[in-house]
């Protein structure tokens, strides 16, 4: 077929071209940030791990 780009191919352009700029356009919630600490009764001080989140 001419001029077929194979899904692959166009979903990495796609994320290379987001994640240029990932770290510096998205950053946490803090809306989620607070109501993990509440949920989880946090003290103050407390620190967490974001595993498994951003450009990885």
């Not at 191919?9 to 356009?25: P, W």
């Not at 919630?29 to 003290?43: A, F, G, M, S, T």
Request: hydrophobic content about 35%.
């Amino acid at each position: 077929m001419s001029g077929y780009t194979p899904v692959k191919t166009m979903n990495e352009k796609v994320y290379n071209t987001i994640g240029v700029n990932y770290n510096v356009n998205r950053t946490a919630d803090y809306r989620v940030i607070e109501k993990i600490i509440k949920l989880l009764n946090l003290p103050n001080g407390s620190i967490l791990a974001d595993i498994g989140a951003g450009t990885g």
